[in-house]
């Protein structure tokens, strides 16, 4: 299977670099030191397409590839981990559920407005006592006449409270299986549901310009019809999704390698110590050396897993892919951001350099979307190996 990008691809890469470089990058810095979420940079991503490259056309979106999608993530994360994190969960997490397993009504009424990048949706999966476990999900919803009521809480959600976001779906336990197990159920909640409340945002490490907040749910009502998919799916529409979400995240890990590739050879060239640059040094050289190997090997893993997507290859098939290229290119960003620190020396530790801003923002990305422990297991898995 080739994975190669197509001329079509570069340039959309060319496109999306240069608005990342004019509308993101000059203000990146002041937006991560704010903790502000850029609610019209964000919108006028939305102007670019960006939110619609793979929906339909008929919901105002481009009709695009997979493989469209990475590029514009990998691209904006090059710049501002932030802004390709909110790409990749507004399109990943918060469209993608409602147009694989949403009503046509469902559809109609939430994909235009998200797919516009008017607005933003948010996806509720990961609680305070179920992380990795997702199947512990204590969020319950009761079903009362033509309404749901939610009661409990969710954590660290993307997209969930800023003033562009419209909706979140959450998973909740339904009721309980035959064989005594929860029942997990996909619900739609809207943002002006009341009874969902929005916490304050999360004072993070890292992604400081992303939205991301812990939910509420107090008797949250909504209409039965809200119900995303099929009743008991739940947890398995919301496990599949994240197969697509990790090779976006891989993407995003591309982005923070190539950037600090590009960021060490400018300052290895310029610093002088002993009479010359860095880069002469055999010390430096090595790193640099060693950055161009993660980065290449890294986009070629992210890149095949895309193309097997875009190309439907076997389920089974596409779910290691997809988890080799996160492990391997999230890790592989958490070194680069080490090694250009350290190229960097003392000034790679001061803030107005970004590279101490990706240092920072790398880490959530070997937890974030399946953590590396969950990444080997299902590798394993995908060996045949009963891996619990």
């Given at each position: 299977m080739s994975y190669e990008l197509s001329r079509e691809h570069e340039e959309f890469r060319r496109v999306v670099r240069d608005f990342a470089e004019a509308e993101i990058a000059p203000l990146a810095a002041q937006w991560d030191r704010e903790h502000r979420f850029p609610v019209e940079v964000v919108r006028r991503m939305g102007e670019l397409g960006l939110f619609g490259l793979t929906a339909p056309e008929e919901y105002g979106g481009a009709g695009g590839d997979f493989t469209s999608l990475c590029v514009a993530i990998e691209e904006l994360g090059r710049v501002d981990q932030?802004?390709?994190?909110?790409?990749?969960?507004?399109?990943?997490?918060?469209?993608?559920?409602?147009?694989?397993?949403?009503?046509?009504?469902?559809?109609?009424?939430?994909?235009?407005?998200?797919?516009?990048?008017?607005?933003?949706?948010?996806?509720?999966?990961t609680e305070p006592g179920a992380g990795s476990d997702a199947g512990a999900t204590r969020t319950r919803a009761e079903l009362d006449g033509e309404e749901w009521v939610l009661n409990g809480a969710k954590q660290f959600i993307t997209n969930s409270g800023s003033a562009l976001t419209s909706v979140v779906t959450a998973t909740a336990r339904t009721g309980t299986r035959a064989d005594g197990r929860a029942e997990i159920s996909a619900i739609m909640v809207p943002a002006d549901t009341p009874g969902f409340v929005a916490e304050p945002a999360y004072d993070k490490l890292?992604?400081?310009?992303?939205?991301?907040?812990p939910l509420t749910f107090v008797d949250a009502r909504v209409p039965a019809g809200n119900l995303l998919g099929e009743r008991g799916r739940g947890l398995a529409q919301f496990l599949a999704t994240l197969d697509d979400g990790r090779v976006a995240i891989a993407a995003l890990a591309v982005g923070c390698i190539q950037a600090c590739l590009e960021m060490?050879?400018?300052?290895?060239?310029?610093?002088?110590?002993?009479?010359?640059?860095?880069?002469?040094?055999?010390?430096?050289?090595?790193?640099?050396?060693?950055?161009?190997?993660?980065?290449?090997?890294?986009?070629?893993?992210?890149?095949?897993?895309?193309?097997?997507?875009?190309?439907?290859?076997?389920?089974?098939?596409?779910?290691?892919?997809?988890?080799?290229?996160?492990?391997?290119a999230t890790e592989s960003a958490v070194s680069a951001t080490r090694i250009a620190t350290q190229i960097f020396g003392g000034y790679g530790f001061m803030e107005e350099y970004p590279v101490a801003r990706f240092y920072r923002d790398a880490k959530i990305l070997e937890i974030g979307e399946g953590t590396s422990e969950v990444q080997r297991m299902l590798i394993a898995r995908g060996l045949g190996l009963p891996v619990e």
């Open positions: 932030s802004m390709g994190i909110t790409l990749e969960a507004g399109v990943g997490l918060g469209i993608n559920p409602i147009l694989t397993f949403g009503s046509t009504e469902q559809k109609e009424r939430w994909l235009p407005d998200l797919v516009a990048g008017r607005r933003l949706a948010g996806f509720g999966l890292g992604w400081h310009a992303s939205d991301t907040h060490s050879l400018d300052y290895a060239g310029q610093r002088q110590t002993f009479g010359g640059p860095i880069g002469r040094k055999q010390g430096v050289a090595f790193q640099l050396a060693d950055l161009e190997v993660m980065v290449r090997s890294a986009r070629l893993l992210t890149y095949q897993a895309a193309a097997m997507k875009d190309a439907g290859a076997p389920a089974a098939q596409f779910k290691q892919a997809a988890a080799i290229a996160k492990l391997h």
